[in-house]
């Protein structure tokens, strides 16, 4: 039994249509992250879930109940907002206990729940502080508390990092992360930051204007995008897609372009058999450039000819702002701490990491293997 079951969900706000038929299964457990721009109509999924925004067609199940039009409090799930929302007149101790004393609780377990989640967020110290006493990460940790005392069977979080500077925010992903194991209750986590997806889902769930455009692991979003959106939001930096032609038959098809030409793999050949030339959009990974011609990852590297506009040094990499032909892209390369600034000239890409996506539709070319991917 899924957990949270969301069966044919519309929403519609008037006569706009922000949710069109969406389908989705959260396994018991389970750490989903949806994910997408802003407006693809994440966070208004989430707050369907939680019993904020009614349904305008379709089911929603929780725990094999159907809650679609049950209240919030009748869902037994907790939710933790962008804003703190903590009350400025109460310690940490009373904006954590607030729900249960409100429920009648008695004050033994309130005790001893405000505890537990004290201990697990690491403010067993500040209980007796005020909110304007405690850092943004501190706060944003007594959300969570609050959330925690209520010990529900599913956890909502819309955005909770994103009032947080980046180290901040790079430390509360692994206190998240943490917290779901020793929780071990269904978390579904709303971000538009793509990284936060990656480093923290079990699956991610993408999307766009409204609808789920792919539904996977981390590895699988990343090495296998069906279609050149997701292909475009997942990594960082992100894909370049550059506009080319395939030509070729039997076992030689290359891909040309605007200042670049590239082998296509064999994985593709199969595919391509009997379609003569074809437009398309090749797809390439700013990670998968190199300043050497040397082989890594198990695959052939081709030369291609970049002209840098700006290179940025980061220690162990640099970002290269960079055109091929007159079509722009991004490149990260490994520069160690003995190199200078990369400069325009020769470099490789690793072509078994080559993708393809169809001009028109945007649908990606599914090759029969991808050598080096992680499934």
Known sequence: M?????????????????????????????????????GCGKSTTLRMIAGLEEVSAGRIMIAGNDVTHA??????????????????????????????????????????????????????ELLHRQPRELSGGQRQRVAMGRAIVRDAYCFLFDEPLSNLDAKLRAQMRTELALLHKQLDRTMIYVTHDQIEAMTMADRIVI???????????????????????????????????????????????????????LPVPRAFHE?????????????????????????????????????????????????LAARIGEQRISVSVEAGPEHGRMESGTYYFETERLYLFDRETGLALKPAARAGTVS
């Open 2 to 38: 899924a957990a949270v079951d969301l069966i044919d969900v519309t929403k519609r706000f008037g006569r706009v249509t922000v949710i069109t038929d969406l389908n989705l299964q959260i396994e018991e457990g389970e750490f989903v992250v949806l994910v997408g721009p802003s």
């Open 207 to 261: 999307m766009d204007e409204g609808v789920i455009q792919q539904i996977g692991t981390p590895p699988e979003v990343y090495n296998h995008p069906v279609n050149r959106f997701v292909a475009g939001f997942i990594g960082s930096p992100a894909m370049n897609m550059l506009d080319g032609e395939i030509k070729g038959e039997g076992s030689e098809y290359v891909i040309s372009g605007d200042g670049f030409e």
């Open 271 to 319: 595919s391509l058999a009997g379609a003569g030339s074809r437009k398309v959009v090749a797809g390439l990974r700013p990670e998968h450039f190199s300043s050497t011609g040397a082989r890594y990852s198990g695959g052939a590297t081709a030369p291609v000819q970049l002209a840098v506009d700006v290179a940025e040094y980061v220690g162990s990499n640099q970002f």
């Open 71 to 124: 209240p919030p409090k009748a869902r037994d799930i907790t939710m933790v907002f962008q804003s703190y929302a903590l009350y400025p007149h109460m310690d940490v101790a009373g904006n954590m206990s607030f729900s249960l004393r409100l429920a009648k609780f008695p004050k033994a377990e309130i005790a001893a729940r405000v505890a537990r989640a004290a201990e697990m967020l690491g403010l067993s």
